[in-house]
């Protein structure tokens, strides 16, 4: 029988991606607070993720976690951070650790990073050779409180992979879009990420060993200027899409 | 005139080996959420910290900012720690943000490093020669969720720093105690934090020039496995207690 993977946040771009690609790899448990606009591979719950009742249903032999849930505006107040991305991911690790999950992947975001693109380094920052590579091992430095948000969740899962030992994959998601990279906009093309490079790196989170980690989650462009060296070597990631093969 | 600062959660221990020492320094707004038990040497606003109509008032024209209040219990709940301590700590960047405050000095904790006391390193981390060496510069791993609330009030410093440009120190403070260190505990020497030296290093804080610090607030222990040189070069931090001085 294959695996039972909790999705939370399913409904979104990310749970697009990986669910195009893997919806017959993995029984799936779907959660959001969307009633399904779709039919789903898996039983939907409907709720907020801050509901711990009803997580703590929705963990129920559940085996590994893809934690993706929370409000993904770049522009998100506080106190909606606070609650959907904050409370919403301790929620996640208690109800985790309670249901004895085995592995929790969780969505952080190039934002955790983003005040490196000062403007001295941008735009070379952006281009092949730029003044900086940034690998998971730097200091945070969210550019906004969604920002601040995702470094908080990577410190939560820290906390429960110390004191737990459940393994838990950060993934720093770039720019995903669907079939190219963006046109004429020089940042999304370094930290693209195509649809089957993103199934394909959250499968390797689900399948790999690991303790604790943070990998970005890139395709393999000319341009990056967030190493995936380490995503190659403990997860085994093999990207197959670069931005610069969609330049004019 | 003196320079005005607010210290909130004044009435704790460590708003009180302050104020001892410092009580004619500056001129002092006094921030807590219990009502005074003693005459303080300035204006007492009695709230939540969370109250942000109240900080607003007790920041009007205050150039320093000592953040102390929070829920200070190591085994504090998830719940009263995403309230009074990262709630909290985002509000009072953002009021102090909003009164042109020149900086806020954190009072993190040592518990934003307490999963680096594994069993294998204890007790002999705890000695002269230990198998490890904190700088600040390592990456947190809280041992606790009142840790996890430390390191958060860090990143939330850290945005604040990058974006608005204010002075942020975060101090990780040790084991704060009066006249002398904690006897039959060697953690507790390791890492004993003098009243003097505690109102000394938080003076610094209010006195030198810097940008964004992670520093440790230990005296200069001969147990120590917290540096204190980041905090001797940066902050001209000198301390003059030693917990070995009290051993027998």
Chains 1, 2 share one sequence.
């Not at 939370?8 to 991606?17: D, F, I, K, N």
């Not at 893997?22 to 509901?51: M, Q, S």
């Not at 997580?55 to 934690?67: C, G």
């Not at 770049?74 to 208690?94: C, H, K, M, P, Y």
Request: proline letters at 4%; hydrophobic letters at 35%.
């Amino acid at each position: 029988m294959d695996r039972l993977v909790l999705l939370t946040g399913w409904a979104g771009r990310v749970g697009e991606a990986i669910l195009e690609a893997l919806h017959t790899e993995y029984e799936w448990r779907l959660f959001d607070r969307e009633p399904p606009h779709t039919d789903g591979p898996g039983e939907a719950y409907v709720g907020d993720i801050t509901d711990r009742e009803l997580l703590t249903e929705a963990m129920a032999d559940v085996e590994a976690v893809i934690h993706l849930a929370g409000d993904s505006r770049r522009e998100a107040s506080w106190d909606s951070v606070l609650t959907n991305n904050i409370d919403g991911t301790q929620a996640v690790f208690d109800a985790a650790v309670a249901a004895n999950v085995d592995r929790v992947v969780f969505a952080s975001s190039n934002h955790a990073v983003g005040w490196y693109e000062t403007d001295e380094r941008v735009p070379a920052l952006y281009r092949p050779g730029g003044p900086l590579m940034l690998d998971g091992t730097e200091a945070p430095r969210p550019g906004n409180l969604y920002g601040v948000s995702k470094v908080v969740g990577e410190v939560v899962g820290r906390y429960y992979h110390d004191e737990y030992g459940l393994s838990v994959a950060n993934v720093r998601i770039g720019n995903l879009s669907r079939g190219q990279p963006p046109q004429d906009y020089e940042r999304g093309q370094a930290m693209w990420l195509s649809y089957r490079d993103c199934a394909h790196l959250f499968a390797r989170c689900l399948e790999a060993d690991y303790e604790y980690e943070i990998i970005y989650g890139i395709s393999d462009n000319d341009r990056k200027y967030y190493s995936i060296e380490r995503a190659k070597d403990v997860l085994g990631y093999e990207p197959q899409d670069n931005s610069a093969d969609h330049e004019d």
